[in-house]
């Protein structure tokens, strides 16, 4: 059974500081999602990384997919109170249609 | 910005009743996915399709699931008996390729009593 574990679980930190949340398998993927969700609505895509050890950039937010391809990182740079929200990890293997769901790290940062 | 639609957004039902939750995805995108969350319990995926064809199921999509996509824009799913575990949030999603492009609709949120 493939499992993607996330750390950490929860994350309370003051606006302007830097965080990295990561994402973790045994399992090798093709392909790893990002994703922001908040109360009560869908996960909205941030990123997709396909390629192993890629790095890509969304304004504050970078992510990182490991050389193995196994594991993920999201690193954010001064946080502010916006990027309060459930960050979640999915990962799909080669030949299958389905994203499998990390745990999520719930962000909170406050003013 | 193009978006996936999802009615109703709450849903309550009888056990044993039959429900149809719907979606219209994004009008150029040719992958369709459900995906729910059980509350406080991560995503899972449920099936995907694709070609006007089922390219994927996981074990909780038995019997009493189903998906259609009647008229070329909505993309149906359909419990046929439903249970109290049955109870979540259904996502429905659609992308462009099997990896890029991913959009979640705001999901149903089913209650069965």
């Known amino acids: 059974t493939q499992l993607l574990e996330q750390s950490p679980q929860f994350l309370s930190i003051q606006e302007g500081e830097n965080l990295t949340v990561y994402c973790n398998s045994s399992?090798?993927?093709?392909?790893l999602q990002w994703y922001r969700q908040e109360p009560g609505e869908g996960p909205v895509l941030l990123v997709t990384v396909v390629t192993g050890g890629e790095v890509k950039k969304l304004k504050r937010l970078t992510f990182q997919f490991g050389d193995a391809r196994k594991d993920s990182s999201l690193h954010i740079t001064a946080a502010q109170t916006g990027d309060t929200g459930l960050y979640l990890c999915a990962g799909a293997s080669s030949g299958t249609y389905k994203y499998i769901f990390g745990t999520g790290t719930r962000l909170k940062v406050l003013a | 910005e193009p978006e996936v639609t999802q009615t109703p957004s709450h849903q309550v039902t009888q056990m044993g009743q039959e429900v149809i939750l719907r979606c219209v995805p994004i009008?150029?995108?040719?992958?369709f996915y459900w995906y729910r969350q059980i509350l406080g319990q991560k995503v899972e995926f449920l099936v995907s399709?694709?070609?006007?064809?089922?390219?994927?199921k996981s074990e909780i999509f038995d019997d009493q699931f189903s998906v259609e996509r009647p008229d070329g824009s909505n993309f149906t799913l359909k419990i046929r008996s439903t249970k109290l575990e049955d109870s979540a949030m259904y996502f429905c999603?659609?992308?462009?390729?099997?990896?890029?492009?991913?959009?979640f609709g705001s999901g149903t949120r089913l209650t069965v009593v």
């Open positions: 399709f694709y070609n006007n064809e089922i390219s994927e």
């Open positions: 999603a659609s992308s462009t390729t099997h990896y890029y492009g991913y959009t």
């Open positions: 399992s090798v993927f093709s392909s």
């Open positions: 009008s150029n995108h040719l992958y």
